[in-house]
């Protein structure tokens, strides 16, 4: 069965350090894959996209890799600071215009 | 750029009454919206999708009489819940394709049916 598997509900971290999160797949071809925050109470904010044929891509803190053999992606928060703490998801794109979501990481950035 | 706007953030209703949700793309427009409901620590899961100008396409187990959508302009896109129960309450959250690869998400529509 489909699967999109984010390694922790919820990841506490020290401010200032790197929040490294995971998302793994299974059965999926995905064309690209893209990471979301999101607030309590709120909608996905889109914060980056990887396309199959891309190893990293990089915003500002925030690096992602995509790894299709291991059909893995990492996003990397670096100096991360409280204002970083959300649930952040990662969706799948495969032929079609759907997106798939994982569960999500609640993020804590502790001051 | 790339602004979706949902009306009205939250309602609550009685059981039984019909509740409608808009959905806009602000500064684009849209040919294709998705609607999506989010159950308390839960993903996003897919309702349908909405094409502008023909019928919405519904993910496997979503009523379609139950959940009504029109997209009567590229720029809006409206979900009604019709006959609404108690276990629909639910946080429900529309999404506009913006350059072809791109879902941006409006903030939600909290829906608590009594």
């Known amino acids: 069965s489909q699967k999109i598997e984010q390694n922790s509900e919820a990841l506490n971290i020290q401010e200032g350090k790197t929040a490294t999160l995971t998302c793994n797949y299974t059965?999926?071809?995905?064309?690209?894959l893209q990471w979301y925050r999101q607030d309590p109470g709120r909608g996905p904010v889109f914060l980056l996209l990887?396309?199959?044929?891309?190893k990293e891509k990089r915003k500002e803190r925030l690096k992602v890799t995509f790894d299709t053999t291991l059909k893995q992606s990492l996003f990397h928060i670096t100096a991360s600071q409280p204002a970083d703490s959300a649930t952040y998801l990662c969706?799948?794109?495969?032929?079609?215009?759907?997106?798939?979501f994982g569960t999500g990481t609640r993020l804590t950035v502790i001051p | 750029g790339a602004v979706v706007s949902q009306h009205p953030s939250w309602v609550i209703c009685k059981s039984g009454t019909s509740v409608k949700i808009e959905c806009r793309s602000l500064d684009f427009q849209a040919t294709t919206m998705f609607w999506y409901r989010q159950f308390p620590k839960q993903s996003l899961m897919l309702m349908a999708t909405?094409?502008?100008?023909?019928?919405?396409?519904?993910e496997q187990g979503v009523e379609k009489d139950k959940f009504l959508i029109n997209h009567a302009s590229l720029t809006l896109s409206t979900l009604t819940v019709t006959s609404a129960h108690p276990e629909d309450s639910s946080f429900y959250i529309c999404?506009?394709?913006?350059?072809?690869?791109?879902?941006?998400f409006g903030p939600g529509t909290r829906l608590l049916v009594l």
């Open positions: 059965n999926y071809s995905p064309a690209y």
């Open positions: 909405s094409n502008e100008g023909s019928k919405a396409t519904y």
């Open positions: 990887i396309r199959e044929n891309e």
């Open positions: 999404s506009a394709h913006y350059q072809q690869e791109t879902q941006y």
């Open positions: 969706a799948l794109k495969t032929g079609a215009n759907n997106l798939f």
